[in-house]
T-cell receptor
Framework: GAVVSQHPSRVICKSGTSVKIECRSLDFQATTMFWYRQFPKQSLMLMATSNEGSKATYEQGVEKDKFLINHASLTLSTLTVTSAHPEDSSFYIC??????????????FGPGTRLTVT | AQKITQTQPGMFVQEKEAVTLDCTYDTSDPSYGLFWYKQPSSGEMIFLIYQGSYDQQNATEGRYSLNFQKARKSANLVISASQLGDSAMYFCAMREGVDSSYKLIFGSGTRLLVRP
């Protein structure tokens, strides 16, 4: 089946530093990838949608200069949290869709990355 | 306005009994999809079931069924024969549009606890 991986699974960084999270589709080509953020005991909030080879589309209220998204290939998207602050501590989840060969409806989720900013 | 509403923040069910998790949605798009995901404490999102807006039959996947009432804009998840491993957060989600490249909008979730 379709598998999406995320790396790292957990990361702790100091305030003011940047951290990169990778999202990979392992056995399919992901034409579109999505990045979500989930605070404790809350729902998933979409941050941005990225299509391979083009700029990401950010949701309202998400700072594009702070959350840099790159979807350079059909199997890899990265989210870089720049100048991280403690309020950026959250669970970041990516998902990917295979609109070339997959089912028309399904998005495949990665296992998530827990970011803690100290 | 909320696009996806889950009114039950928490639910209890006795093991082996059935439970219904509520979900209502709001859209003016005639083409949409409704999803249910399970999120255990590990955090992974597990896809459970999908219902397309044009599907005539209610979706079923094993012990999961989706009670789709289009006129009432509801898409309740029914879990039959609950198991201890069903204890988790459950999210209802909607996709407006025809394919998987469209974004998902999630409800606030329902925490289900299965009692032995």
């Amino acid at each position: 089946g379709a598998v999406v991986s995320q790396h790292p699974s957990r990361v702790i960084c100091k305030s003011g530093t940047s951290v990169k999270i990778e999202c990979r589709s392992l056995d399919f080509q992901a034409t579109t990838m999505f990045w979500y953020r989930q605070f404790p005991k809350q729902s998933l909030m979409l941050m941005a949608t990225s299509n391979e080879g083009s700029k990401a589309t950010y949701e309202q209220g998400v700072e594009k200069d702070k959350f840099l998204i790159n979807h350079a290939s059909l199997t890899l998207s990265t989210l870089t949290v720049t100048s991280a602050h403690p309020e950026d501590s959250s669970f970041y989840i990516c998902s990917a869709s295979d609109s070339l060969t997959g089912t028309l409806y399904e998005q495949y989720f990665g296992p998530g990355t827990r970011l803690t900013v100290t | 306005a909320q696009k996806i509403t889950q009114t039950q923040p928490g639910m209890f069910v006795q093991e082996k009994e059935a439970v219904t998790l509520d979900c209502t949605y709001d859209t003016s798009d005639p083409s949409y999809g409704l999803f249910w995901y399970k999120q255990p404490s590990s955090g992974e999102m597990i896809f459970l079931i999908y219902q397309g807006s044009y599907d005539q039959q209610n979706a079923t996947e094993g012990r999961y069924s989706l009670n789709f009432q289009k006129a009432r804009k509801s898409a309740n998840l029914v879990i039959s024969a609950s198991q201890l491993g069903d204890s988790a957060m459950y999210f209802c989600a909607m996709r407006e549009g025809v394919d998987s490249s469209y974004k998902l909008i999630f409800g606030s979730g329902t925490r289900l606890l299965v009692r032995p």
